[in-house]
């Protein structure tokens, strides 16, 4: 049956193309049973299920992607992309897998962003460390200190002290 709406999808499309002024939907319906007819030499006898379903974004993505692809316009010309209400409805929704691939991205992400914070503050409190053992045996030394242990001395205790 799916298959069957779906082959009708283009006769009915094909039909709608050839729409001249003064015909109606019936017409056009019409001429995509002949259309349909010629195609695959057997009636199709489920407009009621099609009549359903044409309207579904399915098939409304069908009709609107063979219009882009025939635009006569130069290709030299400007042509306005709308992006009102319409565009949006047009979209179609994200599927099953590529959501739970999203949404895994999205963990991994999420993941590796508290990863590191930790891993930044590890490093944080282990240049600590290492400043107040620096200190510590700066601190601890019995001879006299040179005049850059004396700076560095001062620099580490102004340093573990604002922090």
């Not at 049956?1 to 001249?20: I, Q, S, Y």
């Not at 057997?42 to 299920?49: D, I, Q, R, S, Y």
């Not at 309207?55 to 219009?67: G, P, R, V």
Request: proline share 2%.
């Amino acid at each position: 049956m799916n298959d069957l709406v779906c082959k009708f999808c283009g006769p009915f499309e094909a039909a709608t193309r050839e729409k001249t002024s003064g015909q109606n939907e019936n017409d056009v319906l019409k001429r995509a049973h002949e259309i349909f007819y010629n195609n695959h030499k057997k009636k199709f006898n489920l407009e009621h299920a099609w009549k359903e379903l044409r309207n579904d974004q399915k098939w409304c993505d069908l009709s609107t992607a063979k219009n882009k692809g025939n635009s006569k316009k130069r290709k030299g010309e400007y042509v306005a992309q709308s992006s009102g209400p319409q565009a949006l409805e047009t979209d179609r929704p994200i599927g099953v897998k590529a959501a739970k691939a999203r949404r895994v991205k999205e963990k991994s992400v999420a993941e590796f962003e508290s990863m590191w914070s930790i891993k930044q503050k590890d490093l944080a409190m282990k240049e600590r460390l290492s400043n107040m053992s620096l200190l510590d045996s700066l601190i601890t030394k019995k001879e006299p200190l040179a005049d850059y242990e004396e700076v560095l001395k001062k620099k580490l205790i102004t340093e573990l002290l604002s922090t």
